[in-house]
């Protein structure tokens, strides 16, 4: 059974900094691409940033300079970092794996940015 759980959301002043975790089990870990995504109340959901099987990393132009994600094959893990973070980052970002028609997601961590 594959499961990707997501950890590390929460509340956080703007500027502040939050690390999300999405342990992965029940796959090949290391030849998923793996990716991070957001949605906010009445929006779609968006991609946030993803890092490839090769380590190859993408952003969405809003957080490049502020989100870095990472991966850990060992602990069958992706993160992401969250520094300086701003008044629209609030979402639920959802944690994807994805290999060719393989696609699975997390139930969402929930971000929350407000002073």
């Known amino acids: 059974q594959v499961q990707l759980v997501e950890s590390g959301g929460g509340l956080e002043q703007p500027g502040g900094s939050l690390t999300l975790s999405c342990a992965a089990s029940?796959?090949?870990?290391?030849?998923?691409?793996m990716g991070w995504y957001r949605q906010a109340p009445g929006e779609q959901r968006e991609l946030v940033s993803t890092?490839?099987?090769?380590?190859?990393?993408n952003y969405v132009d809003s957080v490049k300079g502020r989100f870095t994600i990472s991966r850990d094959n060992a602990k069958n893990t992706v993160y992401l970092q969250m520094n300086s973070l701003k008044p629209e980052d609030p979402a639920v970002y959802y944690c994807?794996?994805?290999?060719?028609?393989?696609?699975?997601w997390g139930k969402g961590a929930q971000v929350t940015v407000s002073s």
């Open positions: 994807n794996a994805l290999w060719r028609t393989s696609d699975y």
């Open positions: 029940g796959i090949r870990f290391s030849i998923y691409n």
């Open positions: 890092i490839r099987s090769n380590g190859n990393t």
